[in-house]
């Protein structure tokens, strides 16, 4: 990792900068052979959806133009499929951009931000770099302690983050203490409530997050980048008050989302065949891996999502390597303070048996 310059802004100077995970091409140029399984960023193993990738070839004819800067036919869309008014919602390049207009809309350097610890990297690292000060409070049995993230809320809190559900363990926040979370909170607090894996989730009591908008000073996030398989092209969206669309707005570059993203999204709403596919992947995956690392004896979180965390105590390190030299990219959880764990994406199921025999010899 390059030192950052001393003529840096303050904040950046002792920041911990994002560690991506290990591109496939990396690995295949190390190993010297063609065949790695990537497990290592959440992605959708079945690929971009169909209806997306022909909606981005119609569109190349078009890329002399600039893309719409309000991505109103993307808008239009989602307002429609989800019932929430076209001024009530904002598009990112990818949902991660809008942790960032967030803080930049709403956090002022020596601002408090409270997130949970570990979670989503991003919200820390980026918080950090508009100098809040960042107060991160434990989870509780690798779950969102919402009670204790509430009592981290001072006046000086402009924004807390939600991962729901939580990468990277997979749990999630049940619509009662989600709720129990935002009743009484200061109104000078927005709550960004991250749901960037909100297709994968079957659990009755997931909130429906989108009804507290009206009410509520939230901001619900969503992406195409996990069941849409749109990883690569960055696109995103949220929903909050206009007033907070507006402020977001105001701190967004005119054309954030490219003209290829937003033809390939409005393409990828059309396709619930694929989604549906993809969440009968990682339902059948995610069945499959816990039968296996059950009768392996392997702890781990139950997930509600396309990944899982596995608790492999102080051998993690070695055994995320040991997987590496053989073709198969995991993430190792050093950097989220879990140096005893390795998360594992959901893939094919010959993937996921790929994995789970290759961890067989690892732990031989
Ligand atoms: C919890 C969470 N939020 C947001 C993102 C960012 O997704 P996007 O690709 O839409 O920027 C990720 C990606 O891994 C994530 O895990």
Redesign the pocket.
């Known amino acids: 990792m390059m030192t950052i310059d001393a003529r840096a802004r303050q904040a950046l100077r002792s920041l911990q900068t994002y560690r991506p995970g290990t591109p496939i091409e990396d690995v295949q140029r190390m190993l010297k052979r063609a065949s790695v399984i990537k497990l290592a ?2 992605e959708n193993a079945l690929g971009p959806s169909p209806k997306a990738l022909a909606a981005l070839r119609r569109a190349t004819g078009t890329l002399h133009r600039y893309p719409d800067a309000t991505c109103r036919l993307l808008r239009e869309q989602l307002s429609e499929k989800l019932r929430v008014a076209p001024e009530r919602l904002i598009v ?8 960032v207009l967030a803080l930049r809309a709403f956090v002022d350097p020596g601002d408090e931000v409270v997130v949970a610890h570990p ?2 990297l ?1 919200y820390a690292l980026q918080a950090n770099a508009c100098a809040a000060t960042v107060r991160e409070v434990p989870l509780k049995h690798y779950r969102y302690d919402l009670p204790a993230m509430k009592a981290a809320v001072t006046p000086q809190t402009k924004l807390v983050f939600i ?1 729901n ?4 363990t997979g749990t999630y926040v049940t619509r009662k203490e989600l709720e129990r979370f935002l009743a009484g909170l200061p109104a000078h607090t927005l709550v960004m409530l ?4 909100y297709e994968f989730v079957e659990a009755a009591d997931y909130p429906r997050s989108l009804r507290y908008v009206p009410d509520f000073p939230v901001i619900v ?6 069941a849409y398989g749109l ?1 690569g092209l ?3 969206y949220g929903a909050a008050q206009p007033s907070i669309i507006a402020a977001m707005n105001a701190v967004r570059e005119p054309f954030n989302v490219n003209s290829l993203a937003q033809a390939a999204a409005l393409g990828a709403l059309k396709d619930a065949a694929f989604l549906s596919r993809t969440r009968a992947m990682v339902r059948e995956g995610r069945r499959y891996l816990a039968k296996e690392l059950g009768a392996l004896g392997i702890q781990f979180v139950p997930s509600v999502t396309n990944f899982i965390l596995l608790r492999l105590g102080p051998r993690a390190h070695v055994v995320a390597e040991a997987l590496l030299r053989r073709g198969l990219i995991v993430r190792e959880m050093s950097a989220w303070s879990l140096p005893d764990c390795i998360r594992v994406t959901i893939g094919t199921p010959a993937e996921n048996r790929a994995f789970i025999r290759t961890l067989k010899t690892v732990l031989r």
């Not at 990112?92 to 942790?99: A, K, P, Q």
């Not at 559900?165 to 990277?168: A, E, G, V």
């Open positions: 960023s959440n990112g390049n990818g949902s991660d951009e809008l942790i979670t989503f991003i991962a559900p939580d990468n990277p991250d749901e960037a894996y996030t969503r992406s195409f980048s996990k990883a960055r696109i995103g």
